[in-house]
């Protein structure tokens, strides 16, 4: 009897377990059923998000970062549960609106993360104006086919409107009250997930989150879109908080100075350029790789080279620039300032008070310009270098521009120097002393025009002796044909009309009592496979040495970065042979470049950010916009948590924790000054006052 009942209970739990799977199942699928298209939606838009990490950063445990999957769920979850509020028959234009424009996001991004290796910031859509110009360089260089995957999001749901069209889906009847029963247990459900997601941060996700600095870091781990939500509340906060926050900020920027120490210290190298006349030329796209660099025996860069050779050489030096490239080198060049957080300083921050070089120049009776031939608006030129205090700024429509004359984004570099010339010599007679600021052009992505840049091969030329025992010519095509090769071909230009320049300086007495400084303002930004071709061309088989070849050098990621050096050199005619002609191999910043020409000019600004290269030595830390930073020992690489020693000497948790904290505390302080407008003597007793 016991055995019996036994049997029974058995196989009446086996039945109510078997009642309940299929009444769960049965469940799951009128879920399914009822919600197409909710679930389309968030299918393809997470699904789209996912592509984008995978597309921009390559590593499994990016794109398949369940952290990133569970956000980008509960916003997509968050903006669907709104769907379930329109009546059935209008609600698809609803979901494929928001399709489109999650989509819109995504594609924005992954082409933006081509150009800048970065996602892209509504703050700068104040500088929208700026793509008509670069327009084409960009749609040449960065538009690729993977970036218009993300329209399959839109398309399926398309697919999946008429499929439900045909079954009448659309004429169901739903009451109101059904509707936002739907909504709230979607939104719960959203809560819920929500409230799992924020236990699993950590204190350094809430901390980057906030920050934004590290833009990889936080589309790793809370996917794009909920990235994109923060990236607006962070891009219109500097306004709001520049309102509110002035205390706080005024407050740490004074213990900052405080703390700070010394920047510089009397030296060998003090004054000994004072009362000379300056000239610095802003070197377009220009790079510490190209030093040296032959073709054929033929150099790339003879005049660089030759600038480098004969003076004051910092091979080690690095641009700081964010979103505002060329506008952020002159910045930073200019006021030791980093750029912005969000927007650039010349475009929304144009109204504040900066000390630059001419300010600086001018207090000891310096006249000062610059000279650009593009249009003065650009980059908000016109507004930003009369505030960093250049007595005149000549632009394009200062300079003859033809057609027959342009490259590129305008004035050919040649037209350029050769017109500025006459301006100079005028400039010369009329002032005692002067500092002028040339700001190169040609040299500009996408460097397509190679047909105005003059024969520079970058192919490889071979003798060899034939089967007939006579000597042909081979030629191999190896950097032809690649955006690398025809950027030697564009620098090539470049550096000509470089060497034209100085001649025509030296013709014409421009040289005489003469400091003659050149920095590179950013990398070229093109892309890393080119780089791997340079260093593992096989001659024999004209292609790429295969990755297990024991000759394969692998430019990875490091090595990208750490090849993103520019040159900065100092050089005046009598150098070559003196004690001055020396190469610094100290890691060295744009940002150390005020006090580094303030030792040797006699001009000081106490609100600075780096140092005095013959001060700090070897002790530098270059940091950048994006949170990494470089010593002489190591480079470190805050979006990847990880580093690559760059010396022998052992490498510490504390150095690198200590670093770290200094760079964002300097971004910070750097960000503040210009947001807060602290270096505004007159705003700021106003405000103290209050
Ligand atoms: C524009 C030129 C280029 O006038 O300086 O700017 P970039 O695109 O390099 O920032
Ligand atoms: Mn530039």
């Known amino acids: ?36 298209l909710f679930i389309s939606f968030l299918l393809t838009s997470v699904f789209n998000s996912t592509m984008l990490r995978f597309f921009c950063m390559h590593s499994i445990e990016n794109y398949l970062s369940w952290k990133a999957v569970l956000a980008d769920t509960i916003v997509v979850m968050i903006i669907g549960a709104f769907g379930y509020l329109i009546k059935p028959k209008n609600r698809f234009v609803y979901y494929f609106c928001a399709s489109v424009f999650l989509t819109a996001i995504c594609t ?48 399926i749901m398309i697919l999946v409107h008429i499929k439900l069209k045909k079954k009448n889906y659309y004429k169901k009847v739903e009451v109101k009250a059904d509707r936002r029963k739907k909504t709230l247990t979607t939104l719960t459900a959203s809560g819920v997930l929500l409230a799992i997601f924020l236990l699993t941060l950590t204190s350094l996700d809430v901390s980057r989150f906030f920050k934004q600095w590290n833009k990889e870091y936080v589309v790793m781990r809370f996917g794009i879109y909920v990235y994109q939500v923060n990236d607006l509340i962070t891009s219109v906060q500097p306004k709001i908080n520049s309102m509110f926050g002035f205390d706080k900020a005024n407050k740490e920027f004074h213990d900052y100075l405080a703390q700070k120490g010394d920047t510089t210290a009397p030296n060998e190298y003090t004054n000994i350029f004072e009362g000379k006349n300056v000239i610095v030329i802003h070197g377009e796209s220009m790079m510490t790789n190209l030093i040296g660099l032959e073709f ?39 006021t030791s300032l980093l750029p912005t957080k969000s927007g650039t300083a010349f475009v929304s921050y144009s109204d504040r008070t900066y000390i630059g070089i001419p300010t600086l120049l001018k207090e000891k009776g310096y006249y000062t310009f ?37 490259i590129g984004l305008g004035l050919s570099d040649k037209e350029f120097f050769r017109q500025s010339i006459d301006k100079m010599k005028q400039i010369n007679e009329e002032h005692e002393k002067w500092y002028g600021l040339l700001i190169m052009l040609s040299n500009h992505t996408p460097f397509s025009e190679v047909e105005k840049y003059g024969e520079f091969p970058v192919d490889i030329k071979e003798t060899i002796i034939n089967e007939e025992g006579v000597e042909e010519e081979i030629i191999h095509p190896y950097m032809e044909e690649t955006k690398l090769g025809n950027y030697f071909k564009s620098v090539h230009y470049a550096d000509e009309a470089l060497g034209e320049f100085i001649q025509q300086l030296e013709e014409n007495g421009l040289l005489e009592n003469t400091v003659f400084v050149l920095y590179g303002d950013h990398d070229a930004r093109l892309p890393r496979k080119d780089y791997n071709l340079l260093y593992n061309y096989d001659l024999e088989t004209d292609e790429m040495y295969d990755k297990e070849d024991p000759r394969y050098k692998e430019y990875d990621s490091y090595q990208y970065e750490l090849g993103r050096k520019v040159p900065f050199i100092i050089w ?53 916009p994006n949170g990494n930073w470089v010593t002489n020992k190591l480079y470190y690489n805050s979006q990847k948590v990880a580093y690559l020693p760059l010396s022998e000497e052992p490498i510490t948790e504390e150095e690198i924790s200590k670093n770290t904290e200094y760079t ?27």
């Open 1 to 36: 009897m016991k055995l019996l009942k036994n049997v029974i209970n058995k196989w009446k739990n086996s039945l109510v377990k078997q009642i309940k799977r299929i009444k769960t199942e049965h469940l799951v699928k009128e879920y399914f059923k009822n919600n197409v």
């Open 108 to 155: 924005i991004n992954s082409a933006y993360y081509t150009f800048y290796t970065s996602f892209a910031s509504i703050s700068m859509l104040s500088l929208t104006q700026y793509i008509g110009d670069v327009g084409d360089a960009v749609v040449e260089n960065v538009l690729q086919l993977k970036d218009l995957f993300y329209v399959i999001g839109p398309i």
């Open 296 to 334: 054929n025996g033929q150099e790339v860069t003879p005049n660089l080279n030759k600038l480098s050779k004969e003076g004051m050489y910092f091979s080690n030096f690095y641009s700081q620039v964010s979103v505002g490239t060329s506008s952020d080198s002159e910045l930073t060049f200019n």
């Open 370 to 406: 610059s000279m650009h031939a593009n249009n003065a608006d650009f980059w908000n030129r016109r507004a930003m270098h009369n505030n960093l205090g250049y007595d005149k700024f000549y632009s394009k429509s200062d300079y003859e521009v033809t057609k027959e004359n342009i």
């Open 572 to 624: 005046t005619k009598d150098m070559a042979g003196s004690k001055l002609n020396f190469e610094n191999t100290n890691v060295m910043g744009m940002y150390d470049v005020v006090p580094t020409l303030g030792n040797m000019f006699g001009f000081s600004n106490s609100y600075i950010l780096g140092h005095d290269i013959y001060y700090i030595k070897d002790s530098n830390i270059v940091v950048f």
């Open 664 to 690: 964002n505390k300097i971004l910070e302080i750097s960000n503040d000054i210009i947001v807060f407008d602290l270096l505004n003597k007159e705003k700021n007793q106003e405000m103290e006052g209050d």
